[in-house]
């Protein structure tokens, strides 16, 4: 009994002592301070991260999509910047298509050598057709072919047999000729209004000829008709003389060749019509008014104070 009664102490003082725990600056780690320890740990391990390594990525992120929307934006600028070109480059191509076309109406400095060459080639069609009619017996000569010509069978017989010593007058009485073709120098235009200031010349030429009136006629619808725009001014006629060795009444009843004279005028363009034309100067401001940033200041002006 006494050997039980010495061990029964010991087994109290053994239930008595409770389990022991590491301590950190003076402060007992026990699983509930560890556990608020590992949370805090966490919170700022979490903290952290998202500040050192999240928010610097975040914020990369967000300057890199900021970069990217402006030059999203100068592209989309560009673009529409290069549509408006377009667009602006085809109103121009088609400006100065109408422009050329229009200047195509206009004469050239080729236009006087045309004129002068279709001129002499009516003329010596006219004139190898009365050569024609004069050869031909006049019982078969056909009345169209006269009727053209303004001539009657009539009148070839009379002039055949009343000339028929001189078969040069008999050519001389109806032949057409070129007596002046002379062209001045360009002048520019200056009345048909500012918008053509300067942007076009005018050429006049002095014209005489003398021919039949169907030949006269023709000569001049056929100048009317060309593609060049060629004004018809100033025209007279009156009867041509008649040919040398002859009287004026061995010519009654006979068609006379008529004497006309007219001006031409040739407008031409300046320049190439293709290239457009320099832009207008910007207009000068008002007396008084202050010149445009970077300007020079207009002269008798005094300079701006504390300049």
């Known amino acids: 009994m006494t050997a039980s009664g010495d061990f029964l102490p010991a087994d109290d003082q053994a239930l008595d002592v409770g389990p022991t725990y590491p301590t950190a600056f003076g402060i007992e780690l026990t699983p509930k301070v560890q556990g608020i320890g590992l949370a805090v740990l966490g919170l700022i391990g979490a903290f952290a991260l998202y500040n050192f390594v999240v928010k610097p990525v975040q914020e990369q992120k967000t300057a890199l999509e900021a970069e990217v929307a402006q030059k999203q934006a100068q592209v989309d600028q560009q673009r529409a910047s290069l549509q408006d070109r377009a667009a602006l480059q085809a109103e121009l191509n088609s400006a100065l298509e109408q422009r050329v076309g229009v200047y195509s109406l206009l004469g050239g400095s080729q236009t006087l050598d045309t004129l002068l060459l279709d001129i002499n080639q009516q003329i010596q069609n006219s004139n190898a057709a ?29 002039v055949k047999t009343q000339f028929a010593d001189t078969p040069q007058v008999q050519k001389q009485l109806f032949s057409s000729e070129l007596l002046r073709f002379n062209p001045s120098p360009a002048e520019p235009v200056t009345d048909l209004g500012p918008e053509l200031s300067g942007k076009l010349e005018r050429v006049t030429v002095d014209v ?34 008649p040919p040398a060795d002859t009287t004026e009444e061995e010519l009654l009843g006979i068609s006379r060749l008529l004497l006309t004279d007219y001006t031409l005028e040739v407008l031409v363009p300046v320049g190439d019509p293709s290239v457009p034309p320099e832009p207008p100067p910007p207009p000068a401001p008002a007396e008084g008014a202050a010149p445009a940033e970077g300007g020079a200041p207009v002269e008798g002006t005094p300079p701006p104070e504390g300049g």
């Open 208 to 241: 005489s000829m003398q021919a039949l009136f169907p030949q006269t006629l023709s000569i001049m619808r056929n100048i009317e008709r060309l593609e060049p725009l060629i004004i018809i001014k100033d025209v007279q006629q009156s009867i041509a003389p």
């Open 130 to 158: 009365i050569a024609d009619v004069l050869r031909a017996d006049p019982a078969r000569l056909d009345n169209a072919q006269l009727a053209a010509l303004g001539l009657t069978r009539e009148q070839i017989q009379r």
